[in-house]
């Protein structure tokens, strides 16, 4: 695939350190993919019920009532089906020249409590990309604002210790305190016309590493129920002047991570999701990019205990390997023949099973390493 864009080679790839990541698209050479060994409905429902697909008002009280009251495990058939999904993805994966990493097993049924609250359990390791972002050579851990991800990262601690052995960075965002304080007890989505508002205010710096995606020298990032400003002012100030954040505004009322809405796949390509973004209004930098509009899925997403968990626009969820190579869910026929008609080259993997657990390709990674260096795109 040609890119006709004029790029500005700013730094040299390092070579001294295990991880390496700048954009979505360069060379895939090392990923850490999620398991969903031990997963368990997550307990606490503040921010669980504001983030699930709309019209299901019914469905999110009964399950509220049910996790409030005891520990719910994803029935075993689940995790079975969602085990087998990720085998054949790891093998796409290893196939294509990708090393593969994945967490350990933890207990994710444990209840914990900080001075201020308590939680019955946690969730589980399915998907890093919500966990982390990696900037160039360095792995940050983000500060969620799910009370039941608090410990999300245990998982994860024997590849991050192995990494900053190896000479990476290894950063923790301030651990929130999660108070009372942070959320919205009365939240009502807005009306139409109004303006759009979260389950979270600006109490402490807080973000999910999902809700942003990296075109090299530039993030864009989306405002959401876990996400706020001040945690995207506290990542800016972090990495510097090195990079550039740009904040998107979703029309989403459901509003959790940017990888449903807005996905890099090449330079010069980016896909875009026509309902959740106003395409008229995307950062600067992309207006010498093509947009791409996502076409409509042509399959339902599988239901947890009866429920709807995740956007129907998990199609756009996919994993680039390169520049050309997009790993995209078997089932989605519109997506993979837009995507040949964009000039990739599509790789299927079936992975419905993977979506009751909140993810698909991309969620259920984290690009440790790319081959490539930090360039300007704009």
């Known amino acids: ?35 969903v060994d031990g997963a368990m409905v997550p307990s606490w429902h503040t921010i669980y019920r504001v983030t699930i697909p709309g019209g299901q008002d019914k469905e999110v009280n009964e399950m509220s009532k049910q996790i409030e009251q005891y520990r719910l495990p994803y029935p075993k058939r689940m995790i079975e ?52 972002i990696v900037i160039g050579n360095e792995i940050i851990e983000a500060p969620m604002a799910d009370r039941g991800r608090y410990f999300e990262t245990w998982g994860y601690r024997s590849l991050l210790k192995e990494y900053f052995k190896g000479g990476a960075k290894w950063t923790a965002v301030p651990r929130p305190q999660l108070l009372d304080d942070l959320y919205d007890q009365d939240y009502k989505f807005p009306a139409p016309g109004e303006k759009m508002r979260y389950v979270i205010n600006e109490f402490e ?7 942003f995606v990296r075109f ?47 996905v890099p796949l090449a330079p010069g390509k980016v896909l875009v999701n026509p309902i959740n973004l106003d395409v008229n209004k995307l950062p600067d930098f992309l207006k010498s990019w093509d947009i791409l509009i996502a076409p409509e899925p042509n399959r339902t997403p599988k239901t947890l205990y009866g429920t709807n ?70």
């Open 1 to 35: 695939m040609t890119n006709n864009l004029s790029t500005l080679d700013t730094a040299t790839t390092n070579t001294t350190s295990p991880v390496c990541s700048y954009n979505e698209w360069d060379p895939l050479e090392e990923v850490i993919v999620g398991i």
């Open 81 to 132: 089906a969602a085990t087998k999904n990720l085998k054949e993805f790891v093998h796409i994966l290893e196939s294509e020249g990708v090393v593969v990493r994945r967490p350990d097993v933890v207990n994710h049924s444990a209840s914990f409590n900080t001075p201020a609250w308590k939680i019955l359990n946690g969730f589980c390791s399915a998907n890093p990309r919500d966990v982390f």
């Open 205 to 211: 710096p807080t973000f999910d590493a999902a809700d």
């Open 216 to 262: 090299g020298r530039d993030i864009v990032v989306q405002k959401s129920h876990v996400t706020n400003s001040f945690g995207i002012a506290w990542l800016q100030r972090h990495i510097g002047d090195d990079y550039r954040i740009h904040v998107v505004d979703s029309l989403c009322p459901q509003a959790l991570h940017i990888d449903t809405t807005l």
């Open 309 to 378: 968990v995740i956007s129907h626009w998990v199609n756009m969820n996919v994993l680039s390997i390169d520049e050309e190579r997009v790993v995209v869910e078997k089932s989605q026929e519109y997506m993979i023949k837009a995507l040949k008609d964009w000039g990739f080259k599509p790789i299927v993997c079936e992975f419905e099973d993977y979506y009751p657990f909140l993810g698909s390709f991309h969620c259920s990674t984290l690009d440790v390493r790319r081959r490539g260096v930090l360039k300007s795109y704009a």
